[in-house]
């Protein structure tokens, strides 16, 4: 239930329907409460403020049908140019950056202001009264008539705002920023900062024996097939996993959960979700529970899943170094910000894929993430394309040095040699004359930078990585 909750939050603030319907429903309170001040307290008090002045019902309703009129009329403006703006931008940036721009909450709050502006005159129009329909008393509602004039400026406001609003936000710049601002604020979220040493690899070694021989590499046939099978009931992406349920499930009835997916795989009817050791113990309304921990949809989402925000940038950069696009600056825009993410990362511990509870019992086996597969994701699927651009390939050096300066674990130095070697072919293969020859020193220099005891400093004082020159 967690996960459907969490989802449906995650939905709704991806939509241009549910702030501006939560802004209408506001209108009407709003316009209810300020008829009601009205009709108790009539309008005698306007004439002891100099400036204001009581209203004929002629002109009352002539001012709320004009304001009301221009509001709907803008609103629809509104709504072509967002709809045009979004268009535009998942043409030129990617299909899946669609939902950063649904998720904007400027242009949500813009198109709610309008809707509400309007509902609140239209509300407040119709309690409008001459003498002629009322029996020869008239009504009007100077108060409201006051509040409505406030909202048509707050209106008139909004609309500044937003004419500046949509033009900064689909700036190439603007858009790489809210991915990566995204990506960061996640690895501050999942991944804990290094304190102290690292864990003791005997420490490792204990937790690895707790796992039970059903889920060994090397369990035979036999053992293999004493586990429970948790099975999908749709189709979809998965974009959450409450752990913290699975984990609950896992304590109270004495069992082990593997998890077979994680957040971002796309599962389908009939693929099993997770497997459960004893399998005696796992009956059908547990297997119910474990299954309502997976949360699926139609497509990835940002809420768990680490590597979109890695693949929209990647996806931005590879279009920009397409030959229809030829677009080398904004991959090296899309470089930095992943140099910035993968540098936070190298300075964080990878909790362990296998969770215990208080006591020490194994309860649940996650899958791994490690910072070599992250690095894959991100730099290892970029190599390819910056490998035939030298302006692309000089950044991508850059970056995987400001990545190596952060680093302090020689596991992780190694894994960022093995993919400067890897690019060093690629560029080799792809580039010719002077501007193989320039990428290729830059990856010499950054080789021989990584061989050093102190290559912090070598990488520091070299003059070309000080230059940043790209």
Known sequence: MRAWFLRLADKLGSSYWFIPSVMAVCAMILASGMIVLDVTHGSA?????PFLYQARPEGARQMLSSIGGSMITVAGTVFSVTIAAVVYASGQYGPRLLTNFMRDRGNQVTLGTFIATFIYCLLVLRTVRS??????YSFVP???????????????????????HVPSKIHINSVIEDIGDALIESIE??????????????EELA??????DVFRKDASADVAAQRA???????GYLVMIDEELLFEIATRHDLVIRLQYQPGDFAHVGRALAEVSPMASCDDDISRHICAAFSVDSRRSTLQDLRFLIDELVEIAARALSPGVNDPFTALTCLDWLAAGMSDISQRDMPSH??????????LIAHPVNFETLVDRSFGALAQYCASDMVAGLRYVRALGEVALECDEADRIVTIG?????????????LNGFNRTRVRDRVAELRRALAEPDYKRQLRDSTAWLGGTA
């Open 142 to 164: 100077d108060l409201s008539l006051i509040v409505a004039v406030g909202l048509a400026l707050c209106s008139i406001g909004v609309l500044i705002f937003f004419i500046h």
């Open 207 to 212: 937790e690895r024996a707790k796992v039970p």
């Open 189 to 202: 979220e999942r991944f804990p900062r290094f304190l102290g040493d690292p864990r003791p690899e005997k």
């Open 45 to 49: 008090w306007i004439k002891s403020i």
């Open 354 to 363: 296998l969770r215990v509870d208080d006591e020490g019992a194994l309860r």
């Open 131 to 136: 003498a002629d329909e009322s029996g020869g």
């Open 418 to 430: 093995i993919y400067a070697d890897r690019f060093d072919k690629l560029a080799g293969d792809a």
């Open 229 to 235: 099978t948790v099975n999908a009931k749709s189709t």
